[in-house]
């Protein structure tokens, strides 16, 4: 079992930036690909940003070049970052483990949810 807490969220000004921190306990990230989604009111949630066990990052088109994704394995914590912040960016956050060894982006595919933090930008 994996316990993921994820922190950093808030309210920010468009066009500014924030940082999401997502902490595991129970098991060793080094072993799940780890990923960010997002949950407006009233959509689905969706992929953000994901990096895999061995291979490097990927992102939704709608926040590439605007959000940073990384890992630290010895520190078993994965963060965001989110610079340029836009009014439709504004929604909850989740951290998310997943035990395939390839990035995959479908939500429901992925093993462990953090409870998710709030991200609001305003105009």
């Known amino acids: 079992q994996v316990q993921l807490v994820e922190s950093g969220g808030g309210l920010v000004q468009a066009g500014g930036s924030l940082r999401l921190s997502c902490a595991a306990s129970g098991r060793t990230l080094i072993n799940y690909s780890m990923g960010w989604f997002r949950q407006a009111p009233g959509k689905e949630r969706e992929f953000v940003a994901g990096?895999?066990?061995?291979?490097?990052?990927y992102y939704a088109d709608s926040v590439k070049d605007r959000f940073t994704i990384s890992r630290d394995n010895a520190k078993n914590t994965v963060d965001l970052q989110m610079n340029s912040l836009k009014p439709e960016d504004t929604a909850v956050y989740y951290c998310a483990a997943d035990t395939a060894v390839f990035l995959r982006t479908t939500s429901t595919l992925w093993d462990y949810w953090g409870q998710g933090t709030q991200v609001t930008v305003s105009i």
């Open positions: 990096i895999s066990r061995y291979g490097g990052p």
